[in-house]
């Protein structure tokens, strides 16, 4: 499985920004996608997952903020990130669970900042 990220960038706080993740190859098996980030000087942390069947979970700090979703029929999955503070900036990276093997994309730098 290939994963291809997009939609990084630089972003003013209060802004908001989409990510988007495409796979490509043996995407049947795909159960699990979501993104996970990591801040300068920090481990990388889980940012929202979503299942084939559409359950999500998000880590506290971006309840209310972010919302991941998911195209089965185009093997995409997005977050949609609202209200950016500067600490939401990192490099952003898609992940892929296929049979229980992990899977990541390049990963894509979102900066926020005035």
């Known amino acids: 499985v290939q994963l291809q990220a997009s939609g990084g960038g630089l972003v003013q706080p209060g802004g908001a920004v989409k990510l988007s993740c495409a796979a490509s190859?043996?995407?049947?098996?795909?159960?699990?996608m979501g993104w996970y980030r990591q801040a300068p000087g920090k481990q990388r942390e889980l940012v929202a997952l979503?299942?084939?069947?559409?359950?999500?979970n998000y880590v506290d700090s971006v309840k209310g903020r972010f919302t991941i979703s998911r195209d089965n029929a185009k093997n995409t999955v997005y977050l949609q990130m609202n209200s950016l503070k500067p600490e939401d900036t990192a490099v952003y990276y898609c992940?892929?669970?296929?049979?229980?093997?992990?899977?990541w994309g390049q990963g894509t730098l979102v900066t926020v900042s005035s």
């Open positions: 992940y892929a669970l296929v049979l229980a093997v992990s899977y």
């Open positions: 190859g043996s995407t049947f098996s795909i159960s699990i």
């Open positions: 979503i299942s084939n069947l559409g359950s999500t």
